[in-house]
């Protein structure tokens, strides 16, 4: 073959060679392929941590005294309203189905004269202190198996802070609030209350 023929040859596999780029590059262009951020690919799994954060709060995770030290003795006692279908709050109230939660706060457990405490409640022993209170108020069952009070909880560690907050604020001289753990400063940790 002669070198014309050579060049025509060579000439039809560039110019193959161009229209594929055109073309790739053509299609590129109608179709722009998503690329991802980073490569690899995107499981659509929930992330483990989120979930525990803002999940079920049948544990409570945040320790009270931080809790405690944002709280609202208002909001509490709105919250509250909740329970005095079962409870009475002020001092001498009378037992209902649950007992008066007059003084609550350090109260030993099951001592509310003239209140039939399930054998839970009574074999439990110890004071309702404020991290017990926020336990128990998260899941009541959960935390006391058998205990005769059937409120599902306050499932949200806030609103249990307000109303432990409240409950503390039920007594002649209601006791200090626990101060918030260790990371708090100490100044301004307990808000002026109303
Ligand atoms: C459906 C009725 C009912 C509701 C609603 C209810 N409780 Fe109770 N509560 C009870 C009963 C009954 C007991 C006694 C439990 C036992 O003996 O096991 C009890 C016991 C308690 C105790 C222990 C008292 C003690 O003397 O040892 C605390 C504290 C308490 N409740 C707080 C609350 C708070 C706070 C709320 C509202 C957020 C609430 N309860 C809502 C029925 C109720």
Known sequence: MNSFELNKILG?????CLILLALNIGAGAIFAPEKPSKPGFNIAVKEQAEGEKGGAAKEPEQPIEA????????KGQA????????????????????????????RPRASEAGFNYSAGMKSKGGNWSF???????????????????????????????????????LADSPVA??????GTPPAGG???KK
């Open 12 to 16: 039809a596999i560039l110019g193959t």
């Open 67 to 74: 809790l405690l030290a944002k709280a609202s003795v208002e």
């Open 79 to 106: 919250t509250a309203k909740q329970c005095q279908a079962c409870h009475t709050f002020e001092k001498g109230g009378p037992n209902r189905v649950g007992p008066n939660l007059w003084n609550i706060v350090n």
């Open 131 to 169: 991290d017990e209170l926020n336990k128990f108020l998260a899941n009541p069952r959960g935390y006391i198996p058998g205990t005769a009070m059937t409120f599902a909880g306050l499932s949200r560690a806030e609103q249990r802070a307000d109303v432990i907050d409240y409950l503390h604020t």
């Open 177 to 182: 609030l626990p101060k918030a753990a260790e």
């Open 190 to 192: 307990e808000p002026a």
